[in-house]
């Protein structure tokens, strides 16, 4: 093989990091800033559409509080976003 038959191959390889992983990465590192910046009282809302304010914020998991006395345990990948007041 020469390097004109590599050439498509080693291209697609380029493109596919450069449209795929790149961009999947950057949200990743995003998505652990935002977490690693979560403390109590941050109005959040779940991948699961659930909104409400931090009340605990631990390791492994936090608490969020859904309506007045009503707290759901989760992991913190699980918030989506940060709402801004």
């Known amino acids: 093989m020469d390097i004109v038959a590599l ?29 690693s910046a979560l403390a109590p009282g941050a109005q959040v809302m779940t991948t699961a559409g659930i909104m409400g304010t931090v009340a605990v914020v631990a390791e492994d998991e936090l608490s969020l509080e859904i309506s007045p006395g009503v707290f759901v345990r989760m992991v913190p990948a699980s918030v989506a976003k940060v709402i801004e007041p």
């Open 7 to 35: 050439a498509p191959i080693v291209l697609l390889v380029v493109a596919f990091y450069f449209l795929l992983i790149r961009p999947q990465k950057q949200r990743q590192r995003q998505q652990a800033e935002m977490v």
